[in-house]
Structures are given as structure tokens and as C-alpha cells.
């Protein structure tokens, strides 16, 4: 076949082309391969596992059983709001855990980044020690809070002695008035060094200058906390403040190694009664209900707080 020069000229442009096509194509499936291990990963341990529980949830499904699992539909969720009072108990505790802990934990890893945020002697050694607890199992922790909290544990006999004798031995972790709340003390404890390093980097971005400016115009430091700081902070309050929520809200390590729910359910939690009712008492079908209301109550929560925070114009 004879090439004319017009052919030529119209065949050139499609090289260059075709060239980039493959370039592109190489490139999109050397993606592909990478996010292929985390992408097997979400699919078989989070996708897979809520489509199952989202399943199971409508069925009577039980761990062990030789009978095959049956479609009941919404009896499991009305049994969750109607027939089962530890539920409802469980809900509560876990709001009343969350309601104390964000606003305390986020407040106290606030004022302990604003302390360390200082160009001062030795303040990387107390950053190190206000984050020693995170890097802690939380297994560990709650294990040795849980002796220090007993009857003659370290915390009673420390007030024993602060208060020459006149103390009064308190069992912390079964009278169902302080089970929850020292829960609540050994959560904070342990987690706001990690909130306080995300404060501190919230505060690290903050220009100098304004706070040069600030002074200029005679601010007072409260002043400038209020004008310059926390508007500054608003991203990382944010993060800060759905982070927390959603750990409150999952509370279940502590309360799994120090009470087991007691006592009479005063630190029984929703993660804590799904795992109970799905492993302990086989009941796998209620068990995914139960978590299935925990991750629609989580959402609402998270939206909600995006929205109230969220940037106005």
C-alpha cells in the first residue's frame, strides 16, 4: 500500500495519543494494585461484616444452633426498645458516659496544650508524661485501676490519709453509684494526653503574628485566647470533638475488665450488652440488632455535631 504524504500527516497525531493512553492506562492499574491489599481488607473485615449484621438483625440467628436461622423482622428492635430493660439501661449509661466525658476530656486536653505550648525548661518531658497513658494497653490500665480502686486500694487509703483517718473505705467499683463515675475518672485519665497532642498542633498553626498584633492593641491574654486562639482552633475543635464522641460512645474495654455491666447493670454499656447478648448468650440475631441501633445512633450523633460546628458564612 503506497503512503501519501497527506497520510502521513493525518496518521501522525494518533501516535502520540495512543502513547499517552497506555501511559495512563499503566498508571491506573498500578493504582488499582496498590490500594488492592486495603481494599480486600475493608471488604472482607467491614463491608462483608455489616451487610451480615444487617442481615442477621431481622432473623432469630443464634452461635450455636441446629436450627436454621428465621426471618422475624422488627421483633428484634422492638424487643431492644420494648422487652429488654437492660438495653435501655445500657443506652443511658453510655449517654450519660459520653455527655461527661467529651466536654471534660476535650477541656482538660485543651488546658494541658495550652500549658505545654510554652518555650519553657522541660516542658517536652511533661508533654511525654501527660501521653505516657495513651501508648498504655488500656487492658493494663484498667486492670491496675481496678486494684487501686478497691476497698483497700491506693485511692482510698491516699484520702484516708489526707483526711487523718476520718475516711470511710469506699468499694469504687460495686456500690452502683460510683461504678460508673470512676469509670468515667480512668477513661479521662487515660485518654487526654492523646487529645492534648491534637490541641497542641492545632495550636503550633496559629500565627504568631496575630498574637503580636493582639498584644499591640493591649488584648489581655483571655482576650486573646478568645479572639485570636479559639477561632484559630476551630478545625482541630471539630476533630476533637467527633473523636472523642465516638469513643465515649464505644465504651466497652473498661467496663469488660472491671465490672462485667455491674453492678445490677450500673456500667453496662450498648457495646458492652451486644457483645454479651451475641457471644455469652448466643444470641447473634439480637446481638446485630443491637449494633445496628448503635450505628444509626452514632451517625445521628456525628451529623449533628458536624452541623453545629460546622463553618458559618
Known sequence: ??????????????RPLSRFRSIRGRETWAGLAMIAPAGILLVLFLVIPVLLAFGLSFTNARLISLN????????????????DPMFLQSAWNTFLFALVVVPVQAGLGLLLAVLVNRRMRGVTAFRVIFFIPVVTSIV??????????QKDGLINSFIDTLTFGAWQSVDWLNNPATALPAIIV?????AVGFHMIIWLSGLQTIPEELYEAA???????????????????????????????????????QVDVMTQGGPTGSTSTIV????????????????????L???????IIALIQRRLTRDKD
Open 1 to 14: 500500500m503506497t503512503v501519501t504524504p497527506a497520510t502521513a500527516v493525518a496518521e501522525k497525531p494518533r
Open 68 to 83: 436454621p436461622p428465621r426471618f422475624v423482622g422488627l421483633d428484634n428492635f422492638a424487643r431492644a426498645f420494648g422487652a
Open 140 to 149: 493494663v490500665v484498667s486492670i491496675l485501676w481496678k486494684f487501686m480502686y
Open 186 to 190: 480512668l477513661s479521662i485519665w487515660q
Open 215 to 253: 498584644k499591640m492593641d493591649g488584648a489581655s491574654p483571655w482576650r486573646q485566647f478568645t479572639s485570636v486562639t479559639w477561632p484559630g482552633l476551630r478545625p482541630t475543635m471539630v476533630f476533637v470533638l467527633v473523636t472523642i464522641t465516638i469513643a465515649a460512645l464505644g465504651l466497652f474495654v
Open 272 to 291: 458492652y450488652h451486644a457483645v454479651r447478648k451475641g457471644y455469652q448468650q448466643q444470641e447473634i440475631g439480637y446481638a446485630a440488632a443491637i449494633s
Open 293 to 299: 441501633i448503635f450505628f444509626v445512633a452514632v451517625l
